[in-house]
């Protein structure tokens, strides 16, 4: 078992090379020529791994707006574990996170994507080929695809997932000390969502803890109503309190953060917490794309 996983993962990180050889193997490509991916994203890991190495923590964003709170962006995802792996990263010769290394990182999130997709449908049973397939599909392919100018919004989508493999075995799983430890598993993985910053991500991810566990009641057999809603309730809470708590590190400064800040409209600007008028919006719910939520077209 432990041999096709690691299969998995040796495949998985080839096809991930071939699909993106273009910026990994050349210098004529550049994940970084867009004004989001270079100014943002690009600067703030950069900005993390510096704090790091000088032995402070990036709170405290001095180069933006004259000085503004750091943790308090959510997006900087300042909290991710994984970024605290660019400090042990050398600095290329010009004093800069080496945009080489940003982009095997790019690589190696949709890598762990990939694989924990490959997991998951191995849980329900399917072939080798299938779930390597369901993986390439998830990670190199669709939405997950188009987002490498926002890489807090892929390193959020990357978890979905292991937040479902976990979900799954908890709602499955008859001893209740296992179960406990697959839904504190699946609120880590939620929590993780949360602290890589991808905020949308992550509460669609919570819709979808949502809606298995109430499609689990329904589809896991008859008779056994009364515990099937028990076990699905206790998994559903657990699930995303543990991830509440996970990412309340990052969750309390937004939260705090969001009160002094303003979101850039048409024509001006709203408060945070403020309505936004349907006629501000650049991409409204039109009516033939009212028609692509029924029928897909």
Known sequence: MRRIHLKAIACLSLIGVLFYWKFLLTHQYS????FEGANQAYSWYGYIARSI??????IWDPYTFSG???VGEMQTAAFYPINFLLAAIPF?????????????????????????????VRTFG????????SGICFSFGGFMARLGGWPHMFQSGIWLPL???FTVKAL???????RLAYSVLGGLGLGLSILAGGLHLAMMQ???????????????????????????????????????????????????YSQLSFRSITGGSVGASDRIDYQQLNHGLFANALSGLVFGA
Request: glycine share 10%; charged share 15%; net charge positive.
């Open 172 to 178: 499955n799983e008859v001893d209740s000390r296992r």
């Open 53 to 58: 190495k000088e032995g402070s923590w990036p």
């Open 31 to 34: 994940l970084l020529t867009g």
């Open 92 to 120: 290329n010769d010009r004093g800069l996170l080496s945009p080489g290394f940003y982009h095997w990182l790019y690589l190696a999130a949709h890598v762990l994507g990939a694989y924990f997709t490959f997991a998951l």
């Open 126 to 133: 399917l072939s080798v080929f299938a779930s390597l397939l």
């Open 68 to 70: 503004r709170s750091f």
């Open 163 to 165: 937040i479902c493999l």
């Open 206 to 256: 919570a819709a979808v803890v949502t809606t298995m566990s109430i499609a689990f009641i329904f589809l896991a057999g008859k008779g056994r109503g009364r515990e099937l809603w028990k076990r699905s309730i206790l998994v559903f809470a657990v699930v995303l309190i543990i991830g509440t708590i996970s990412g309340a590190v990052q969750i309390l400064p937004s939260i705090e």
